[in-house]
Structure formats: structure tokens, C-alpha cells
């Protein structure tokens, strides 16, 4: 039985094996070996010279011999190339054993390396954060193109190369300072899965400074006399759709993941929904704390009669009206629909035309938690809301709740002592 080759080419080199600038010469030229699979055995030396024109250098002639090395070694790993039949048939990448992937990786073009980044780290993202980094992606190969790094080899980037890659992305996108260091987070982390395979050595877009950001007030959550006239109005025009919304507020959840909630998540006697791994952002299982009043409104909807596997929140069939969406029922609801209503309902001119979204009444949420906390005389006031969000660390949980801060500088205000 034939021995079975991984990879049936020795790597080229030139010969003689010592030539420098200083000794090549006519007698020079790039050599390899390989495996004839029909044969069954290994082929007398492939030998190739470099087409010169004259003049030329010695320097030029050894500069042509190294690139020659190189020509042929991307032709046997990346083409497929046998020079025996002289035709490429290159395999799938996939197909290819792993010494040989390896091998194949450091080869990859931009275009092809960024690619195989999404791919691979695309297992461990939720449907969301897979859409936000496909987007990144196409934008990013877009710049590349006009650019002319789209079919450059990956590890031949260099840090102008990146940079000049963001610059041209932000141009065409017009991207704001948070959407360039979007970018650039972006990036840097599929550059971070290349590493993993060997495709680049270091992260480079680590040095991109990122943009200052401009001040700005993104969510921000409704005032009294905006959060009353909402509620008034989506309680009587839309009551099973206010429901909803009093599982974002009370409970913190993320709008797409109460999209995904299901009647085996409600635990009535524990007042908490149990969200598996698969139903959460961060990909972890985590509990949140039902307020009373909150699941006094979920019995409403007499879960008890459905299925475990029915939506709380389902979306409407096509033969249903309006009406029947935001019940329970078989049909998952698109996280879309619900920033719908909101749009139609609350910001619209047609509907209140209040500048506020849908995402403010998390912000909201987590600064009605803040004073709670105050008023009952406890600490850390960024525990309880960062629990309830399921945040890894308080410092994420600021991103959201800023209501401490105005509780320290009244604090500051009020009971600083006297000098």
C-alpha cells in the first residue's frame, strides 16, 4: 500500500544552498520536489530560472530568484498547482488537514483572511452581533476595494495600510467618532482571530488611536411629563404592546431577547424569568427579578393555558389583525417590530412625536433602580441594576445608568463638611 503523503511538495529553495547577492550567477536556480500520486513516488528536482532582461544586477538577478521562491510556493499551497500534469485544482479549505490549513492561512488576501475571521468567530455571536459584524465586513471589503488592498496579502498589511483602510471606510460611510471606533473595534477583533491561525503576528489596529467622541445624549431616557404622556397613550391605544414594555423596564431586559422569551422561562413562585445562554446577549444564562406588579400583567395573558414552548410575546399571523400581536402564541416575534410600533406610536409627528426610543426605557429603568436604592439607604448603587441587566461589571452597567452620578454630586453638595 502506497504510503499516503500530507503534502506531496518539498518547499522551493534556490541552489546553490548558500547564494547571496554577492555569488549569484548564471548557474542559479529555484528547485523543488514532488510526490507523482499516479507514480507513487517523488520526481527528479523541479528546477525554474527567473526570466531576466538585461541589464541587470547581481542584486537584481538574486532580488528575482527570491520572488521566484515565492511564486512558486504560493502556486503549490494557495493554485493547487502539480507541475507534473502542469494544472491547479486547489481543495477546499475546509477539506484540508490542519498542518496544511496552517499553511494555506498565510496566504490568504485581505479579502479572503476577513472572511475566514467572521467565519470562524461567527459560532460564538448571538444572530444580532453576527449582523452588526456582516455589515462591518462588507463595508470594509467595499474600502479595500477602492483602495486596492482587496486582494493584497494579508501579512504584508502594515499599520498605514489599516489606517488608511478605516479613513476610507469612515469617508464613505460618513461615520461619526463612535462609528470610526466601532470600526476599529470591529477590526480589531476579527485581525485578533487571524492571529489565532497565524495569518498576521500582531494586532496592528490595536495602535489606531480611536477618535474622540462627541458629547452626545443617545437613549436618553424620557422626562416625567414625556414618560406620563407615553404611557397614558400606548396603556389606551395599545395595551398588549405596554406590556411589553413593562418587561423592559421593570425587568431590564433587552428588547431581542424578550422577543425570545417563552412560557417555560416564567417561574411564577420565584417571581424571576431563567434565560438560557442561547436567549441572552453575552451568551449566559442569567435570572431576572419580575417585579409584583409586572406579573400581575403576564397573568393576564393566563399563561397556564399554553404550550411551555409558546412565545409570551408572538407575533401576529397573517390572517390575525393587529391587534392579536404581542400575545402568546407559536411565532417568534422579529426584534424589529417591536422598534416599529414604537417609532409609529412615539416618535412619528403622526403619532406623540416625542424624540425619545424605545431603548431610553432601559436607561430609565436602571436610574428608577439607582433611587430606589438611595431610598432604602444602600450602597453600590450600580449593583442592583447591573444584576438585573445581567452586565459582567459595573463599568458596562454606566454605559446605561447615569443617575449615581447626579446622587454623588448632591451628596458632594450637601454634606461636604466645612473647611
Known sequence: MPKKILRPWTDPAISPKNTTAQTVGHHCYVWFRFFDPEKGEWTHPVKRKPLLVHPYSKRDHYQELKALVKAIDYKLNVEGWNPVTNSSAPAKFEDLPVDDQITRAKYFTFKEAIDFAFEKKKADWSSRSADCYKSVVKFLKDAAGTLKLLHKPMSEFELPHFKALLDETRKSRKLSSIGFNKYREYLSSLVSEMIQWQIVKINLV??????IQDKHNAHRPPTADER????????????????????????????????????KHLHKKEGVFRIPAAGTKTKEYREAVIPDWVMDLLMELNLQNHDTNHYIFSAASSWRSREH??????????THTTTRWWREIVKEKKGLGIDVSQYSLKKLSGNDMVRLQVLNNMDNLLELPRQQMGHANQSMTEVYVDEHKVVNKELIRKMMPVL
Open 325 to 334: 400581536s404581542f400575545r402568546p402564541g407559536p411565532k417568534k416575534m422579529h
Open 228 to 263: 406620563s404622556q407615553i404611557i397614558t397613550h400606548i396603556k389606551n391605544t395599545a395595551p398588549n404592546y405596554y406590556r411589553f414594555l413593562s418587561v423592559l423596564y421593570g425587568c431590564a431586559i433587552r428588547p431581542d431577547e424578550i422577543t425570545r422569551l417563552q412560557v
Open 206 to 211: 490595536h495602535h489606531i488611536k480611536t477618535k
